[in-house]
């Protein structure tokens, strides 16, 4: 659990709202990092698979017979499957490629995809893996530094949704409405400080 504090430190880096950093957070993880049983919250993206595992010189032609559900070219909406059995989709993905697999896959509270480990701050793929099954304060701070190194906190500070969005989640944040949500679920937060 991250606490006032750590949220209030994170904001303050990254010169932004508390409300904004936990509208991002609800609206990635529903403000939760870990399931019940400890792992942390991911979510397996198919269609990143695909393009990790080109990009490792693999063919994923040679693998999509008995993977169809885990690996295709192109995005597909809800075709994920449910929160609880992603931890299995990524099991399966790494006997494929282990490396391909952990940065096909959103990661945490702030659900960071695997690949963008570098930009985190991290020194490699396991120490970000390691440091996503750590804690959510541990997320938090990925999360800041990540804002800072693609340049985000301006869109956040500014309250661009739409421009924040796109950044964080690409063209398709249309689709689901991401910055509709990021707007209301920011107005909520910050109507909470307002009563306080």
């Known amino acids: 659990m991250i606490t006032e504090q750590q949220f209030a430190a994170s904001a303050q880096s990254l010169r932004v709202e508390v409300a904004a950093i936990k509208a991002v957070a609800e609206v990635e993880s529903s403000g939760e990092g870990f399931l019940s049983n400890g792992k942390p919250k991911i979510l397996f993206e198919p269609h ?16 999509m017979e008995e993977n169809a559900d885990i690996l295709y070219p192109t995005w597909k909406a809800g075709a994920y499957g449910p929160v609880s059995k992603q931890h299995e989709r990524l099991e399966r993905a790494s006997k494929i490629n282990r490396d391909a697999a952990l940065m096909s896959a959103s990661w945490g509270k702030f659900q960071i995809m695997g690949f963008n480990w570098k930009l985190c701050g991290s020194a490699s793929l396991q120490e970000f893996i390691n440091n996503m099954y750590e804690s959510e304060d541990k997320h938090l701070h990925l999360f800041t530094i990540y804002i800072k190194s693609t340049f985000l906190d301006d869109e956040l500070r500014n309250h661009d949704w739409a421009g924040f969005a796109r950044g964080y989640n690409g063209p398709q944040y249309v689709k689901n409405r991401y910055d509709t949500k990021l ?8 109507a909470q400080v307002a009563t306080q």
């Open 48 to 63: 990143i698979f695909w393009k990790q595992l080109r990009a490792k010189g693999i063919n994923p032609n040679l693998f």
């Open 183 to 190: 707007k209301n679920a920011y107005l909520r937060y910050k």
